[in-house]
């Protein structure tokens, strides 16, 4: 599994590079904290895999890093190549580049 830290991520904004960011948390924790990604819970991705690219690159993020591992292991399974875990999540987001987003 491929994965990318959270300055990494920053550069890639910062060079608004065309990539796909998709947030596996649960509505009410995006509700929380926000990073502008595209909410497809964890339990739905299969029914949503068809709005994952195959061309760009797909950060995958959740709170912790934990569950988007677990997203991108699976689609990897599914063909994918082009799927980073967020290292940290959120919560690493939070702390080590925008103290602005709330921890919880």
């Known amino acids: 599994m491929k994965e990318i830290s959270v300055t990494e991520f920053k550069k890639l904004k910062d060079e608004q590079a065309d990539f796909q960011l998709i947030d596996v948390r649960e ?38 890093g934990r569950r988007s591992a677990t997203i991108c292991q699976y689609l990897e399974q599914h063909g994918f190549e082009n799927v980073y875990n967020l290292k940290g999540g959120i919560l690493a987001y939070a702390a080590e580049i925008d103290a602005s987003i709330p921890s919880y």
Not at 32 to 38: L, N, S, V
Not at 39 to 47: Q, R, S, V
């Open 27 to 64: 509505p009410f924790e995006a509700e929380i904290a926000q990073m502008g990604g595209q909410l497809i819970p964890m339990g739905t991705i299969a029914d949503h895999i068809d709005e994952i690219s195959k061309q760009k690159q797909v950060i995958i993020h959740c709170k912790s």
